[in-house]
């Protein structure tokens, strides 16, 4: 699965750079990601929120 969403991740930035709609260079920001269930409660319904241990 991480395999998976590694490729997922890349072909995604690919695209968004052909529509310049990102930068080259990805940033990485953890405190936002260790806080993404919290933060994803905010705008959608908790029961739809899967997270990954």
Same mark, same amino acid.
């Given at each position: @699965?991480?395999?998976?969403? #590694? +490729? *997922?991740?890349?072909? *995604?930035?690919?695209? #968004?750079? $052909? @529509?310049? %709609?990102?930068?080259?260079? @990805? !940033? %990485?920001? /953890? %405190?936002? %990601?260790?806080?993404?269930?919290? +933060? =994803?409660? =905010?705008?959608? #319904? /908790? $029961? &739809?929120? &899967? !997270? +990954?241990?």
């Amino acid at each position: @699965m991480e395999c998976f969403e #590694l +490729i *997922l991740n890349k072909d *995604l930035h690919q695209f #968004l750079l $052909s @529509m310049n %709609e990102v930068d080259e260079q @990805m !940033t %990485e920001c /953890p %405190e936002v %990601e260790g806080k993404w269930e919290e +933060i =994803a409660k =905010a705008y959608v #319904l /908790p $029961s &739809r929120v &899967r !997270t +990954i241990h």
